[in-house]
Protein backbone atom coordinates (compact mmCIF):
# COMPACT_ATOMS: atom_id res chain seq x y z
CA UNK A 1 0.00 0.00 0.00
CA UNK A 2 0.84 3.51 -0.54
CA UNK A 3 2.24 5.38 2.27
CA UNK A 4 3.83 8.98 2.57
CA UNK A 5 6.21 10.18 5.02
CA UNK A 6 6.71 13.53 6.37
CA UNK A 7 9.41 15.53 8.72
CA UNK A 8 9.99 16.53 11.20
CA UNK A 9 6.53 16.97 12.73
CA UNK A 10 7.69 20.18 14.31
CA UNK A 11 10.26 22.61 13.66
CA UNK A 12 10.88 26.38 15.74
CA UNK A 13 13.78 28.52 13.95
CA UNK A 14 15.30 31.77 14.18
CA UNK A 15 14.66 34.06 11.42
CA UNK A 16 17.12 34.41 8.71
CA UNK A 17 17.75 30.37 9.43
CA UNK A 18 17.80 28.25 6.06
CA UNK A 19 15.23 25.33 6.33
CA UNK A 20 14.56 21.90 4.69
CA UNK A 21 11.15 20.15 4.81
CA UNK A 22 11.39 16.26 3.56
CA UNK A 23 8.64 14.18 1.87
CA UNK A 24 8.65 10.63 0.74
CA UNK A 25 6.17 8.46 -0.88
CA UNK A 26 6.34 4.61 -0.88
CA UNK A 27 4.63 2.20 -3.09
CA UNK A 28 3.98 4.22 -5.80
CA UNK A 29 5.76 5.44 -9.15
CA UNK A 30 5.47 8.80 -10.85
CA UNK A 31 3.47 10.45 -8.33
CA UNK A 32 1.95 14.11 -8.71
CA UNK A 33 3.50 15.56 -5.32
CA UNK A 34 1.88 19.03 -3.90
CA UNK A 35 3.69 21.34 -0.83
CA UNK A 36 0.59 23.28 0.77
CA UNK A 37 0.83 25.61 3.72
CA UNK A 38 -1.92 25.92 6.42
CA UNK A 39 -2.22 29.40 8.40
CA UNK A 40 -3.88 28.93 11.65
CA UNK A 41 -7.38 28.72 11.09
CA UNK A 42 -7.29 29.08 7.28
CA UNK A 43 -7.52 26.89 4.86
CA UNK A 44 -4.72 25.45 2.47
CA UNK A 45 -2.75 27.19 -0.17
CA UNK A 46 -0.93 25.46 -2.52
CA UNK A 47 2.61 26.64 -2.54
CA UNK A 48 3.98 23.84 -5.08
CA UNK A 49 3.41 20.74 -6.91
CA UNK A 50 5.35 18.93 -9.42
CA UNK A 51 4.25 16.46 -12.77
CA UNK A 52 7.97 14.61 -12.53
CA UNK A 53 11.62 14.67 -11.27
CA UNK A 54 12.99 18.35 -12.20
CA UNK A 55 9.88 19.45 -13.12
CA UNK A 56 8.48 22.30 -10.27
CA UNK A 57 5.57 24.70 -10.96
CA UNK A 58 5.11 27.64 -8.60
CA UNK A 59 2.09 28.67 -7.47
CA UNK A 60 2.44 31.88 -5.42
CA UNK A 61 5.63 34.03 -5.60
CA UNK A 62 7.37 33.46 -1.92
CA UNK A 63 11.03 32.75 0.34
CA UNK A 64 10.15 29.63 -0.46
CA UNK A 65 11.56 27.14 -2.79
CA UNK A 66 10.80 23.46 -4.06
CA UNK A 67 13.20 20.44 -5.77
CA UNK A 68 11.99 17.04 -6.58
CA UNK A 69 16.03 15.36 -6.47
CA UNK A 70 13.85 11.91 -7.07
CA UNK A 71 10.78 10.15 -8.25
CA UNK A 72 9.11 9.94 -4.95
CA UNK A 73 11.09 12.87 -2.66
CA UNK A 74 9.34 16.32 -2.57
CA UNK A 75 11.83 18.77 -0.83
CA UNK A 76 10.90 22.36 0.25
CA UNK A 77 13.24 25.01 1.10
CA UNK A 78 14.33 28.59 2.04
CA UNK A 79 17.64 30.28 2.08
CA UNK A 80 16.42 32.48 4.79
CA UNK A 81 13.50 32.11 7.01
CA UNK A 82 10.79 34.93 7.61
CA UNK A 83 8.41 35.23 10.66
CA UNK A 84 5.57 34.70 7.84
CA UNK A 85 7.04 31.65 7.25
CA UNK A 86 5.26 29.64 10.24
CA UNK A 87 2.95 27.79 9.57
CA UNK A 88 1.51 24.02 8.92
CA UNK A 89 3.02 22.33 6.25
CA UNK A 90 1.44 19.67 4.34
CA UNK A 91 2.93 17.28 1.35
CA UNK A 92 0.37 15.55 -0.53
CA UNK A 93 0.53 13.09 -3.60
CA UNK A 94 -1.60 12.06 -6.24
CA UNK A 95 -1.71 9.03 -8.98
CA UNK A 96 -0.92 10.14 -12.23
CA UNK A 97 -3.90 11.15 -13.81
CA UNK A 98 -6.06 10.50 -10.34
CA UNK A 99 -7.37 13.57 -8.61
CA UNK A 100 -8.00 11.55 -5.33
CA UNK A 101 -5.26 13.55 -2.96
CA UNK A 102 -3.47 11.78 -0.28
CA UNK A 103 -1.68 14.19 2.55
CA UNK A 104 1.28 13.46 5.10
CA UNK A 105 0.97 14.51 8.79
CA UNK A 106 2.22 17.82 8.24
CA UNK A 107 4.90 20.05 9.42
CA UNK A 108 4.54 22.99 12.29
CA UNK A 109 7.02 25.58 11.86
CA UNK A 110 7.48 28.11 13.91
CA UNK A 111 9.97 31.04 12.86
CA UNK A 112 11.01 32.88 15.72
CA UNK B 1 -12.16 32.50 -11.26
CA UNK B 2 -9.63 29.68 -9.50
CA UNK B 3 -11.44 30.54 -6.06
CA UNK B 4 -13.93 27.87 -4.06
CA UNK B 5 -15.98 29.75 -1.24
CA UNK B 6 -16.63 27.43 1.67
CA UNK B 7 -19.90 28.41 4.52
CA UNK B 8 -20.05 28.49 7.78
CA UNK B 9 -16.88 29.45 9.32
CA UNK B 10 -17.74 27.28 12.08
CA UNK B 11 -20.82 25.12 13.48
CA UNK B 12 -22.04 23.70 16.79
CA UNK B 13 -24.62 21.19 16.20
CA UNK B 14 -26.44 18.62 19.04
CA UNK B 15 -25.25 14.76 18.56
CA UNK B 16 -27.84 13.43 16.10
CA UNK B 17 -28.00 16.98 14.03
CA UNK B 18 -27.46 17.08 10.71
CA UNK B 19 -24.65 19.83 10.08
CA UNK B 20 -24.63 21.38 6.11
CA UNK B 21 -21.62 22.65 5.08
CA UNK B 22 -21.16 24.63 1.36
CA UNK B 23 -19.28 26.08 -1.03
CA UNK B 24 -19.70 27.50 -4.56
CA UNK B 25 -17.11 27.54 -7.08
CA UNK B 26 -17.04 29.81 -10.53
CA UNK B 27 -14.68 28.09 -12.85
CA UNK B 28 -16.82 25.47 -15.24
CA UNK B 29 -13.68 23.96 -15.77
CA UNK B 30 -13.74 22.29 -12.34
CA UNK B 31 -14.68 18.33 -13.21
CA UNK B 32 -14.20 17.14 -9.26
CA UNK B 33 -15.11 17.86 -5.85
CA UNK B 34 -13.89 16.44 -2.71
CA UNK B 35 -14.38 16.68 0.60
CA UNK B 36 -11.81 16.60 3.39
CA UNK B 37 -11.94 15.86 6.98
CA UNK B 38 -8.82 17.60 9.50
CA UNK B 39 -8.27 16.69 12.97
CA UNK B 40 -6.16 19.01 15.07
CA UNK B 41 -2.33 18.62 14.34
CA UNK B 42 -3.13 15.97 11.55
CA UNK B 43 -2.71 16.24 7.76
CA UNK B 44 -6.52 16.06 6.09
CA UNK B 45 -8.16 13.29 4.76
CA UNK B 46 -10.25 12.76 2.03
CA UNK B 47 -13.94 11.80 3.12
CA UNK B 48 -16.16 11.73 0.21
CA UNK B 49 -15.46 12.83 -3.64
CA UNK B 50 -18.01 13.91 -6.88
CA UNK B 51 -18.14 15.10 -10.05
CA UNK B 52 -20.41 16.86 -11.64
CA UNK B 53 -22.14 13.84 -13.70
CA UNK B 54 -24.10 12.94 -10.96
CA UNK B 55 -26.19 15.19 -8.88
CA UNK B 56 -26.00 13.62 -5.10
CA UNK B 57 -23.22 11.02 -3.46
CA UNK B 58 -24.10 9.17 -0.66
CA UNK B 59 -20.89 6.78 1.75
CA UNK B 60 -22.11 6.10 5.32
CA UNK B 61 -23.66 9.51 7.11
CA UNK B 62 -21.73 11.40 5.05
CA UNK B 63 -23.48 12.84 1.57
CA UNK B 64 -22.57 15.04 -1.10
CA UNK B 65 -25.46 17.09 -2.81
CA UNK B 66 -24.39 18.92 -6.11
CA UNK B 67 -25.85 21.75 -8.44
CA UNK B 68 -24.30 21.85 -11.55
CA UNK B 69 -26.39 24.90 -12.91
CA UNK B 70 -26.06 26.42 -9.46
CA UNK B 71 -21.86 26.07 -9.09
CA UNK B 72 -22.65 24.82 -5.56
CA UNK B 73 -22.03 21.22 -3.53
CA UNK B 74 -22.86 20.77 0.23
CA UNK B 75 -21.76 18.14 2.65
CA UNK B 76 -24.49 16.69 4.89
CA UNK B 77 -23.43 14.53 8.05
CA UNK B 78 -26.58 12.29 9.23
CA UNK B 79 -26.72 11.27 12.83
CA UNK B 80 -23.61 13.37 13.74
CA UNK B 81 -21.47 12.10 16.69
CA UNK B 82 -18.58 13.69 18.61
CA UNK B 83 -16.07 11.98 16.63
CA UNK B 84 -17.14 14.43 13.98
CA UNK B 85 -15.71 17.24 15.26
CA UNK B 86 -13.04 18.41 12.97
CA UNK B 87 -12.48 20.73 10.27
CA UNK B 88 -14.12 20.12 6.91
CA UNK B 89 -12.60 21.41 3.58
CA UNK B 90 -14.24 20.96 0.23
CA UNK B 91 -12.00 21.83 -2.84
CA UNK B 92 -12.26 21.16 -6.44
CA UNK B 93 -9.63 20.03 -9.50
CA UNK B 94 -9.92 20.40 -13.08
CA UNK B 95 -8.44 17.38 -15.80
CA UNK B 96 -5.31 19.00 -16.23
CA UNK B 97 -1.96 17.35 -15.91
CA UNK B 98 -1.62 18.89 -12.15
CA UNK B 99 -4.33 17.67 -10.92
CA UNK B 100 -3.58 20.30 -8.08
CA UNK B 101 -7.03 21.13 -5.41
CA UNK B 102 -8.09 24.55 -4.63
CA UNK B 103 -9.35 24.31 -1.19
CA UNK B 104 -12.01 26.21 0.30
CA UNK B 105 -11.14 28.07 4.02
CA UNK B 106 -12.45 25.40 6.23
CA UNK B 107 -15.48 24.69 8.75
CA UNK B 108 -14.47 24.02 12.43
CA UNK B 109 -17.84 21.54 12.94
CA UNK B 110 -18.43 20.73 16.51
CA UNK B 111 -21.13 17.96 18.18
CA UNK B 112 -22.02 18.77 21.30
CA UNK B 113 -23.00 15.21 23.54
Known amino acids: SQTIHQWPATLVQPVGSPLSLECTVE??????LYWYRQAAGRGLQLLFY??????ISSEVPQNLSASRPQDRQFILSSKKLLLSDSGFYLC???????????FGQGTRLTVV | QQQVKQSPQSLIVQKGGIPIINCAYE??????FPWYQQFPGKGPALLIA?????SEKKEGRFTISFNKSAKQFSLHIMDSQPGDSATYFC????????????FGSGTRLLVRP
Open chain 2, 27 to 32: NTAFDY
Open chain 2, 91 to 102: AASMRDSSYKLI
Open chain 1, 27 to 32: GTSNPN
Open chain 1, 50 to 55: SVGIGQ
Open chain 1, 92 to 102: AWTVQGNTEAF
Open chain 2, 50 to 54: IRPDV
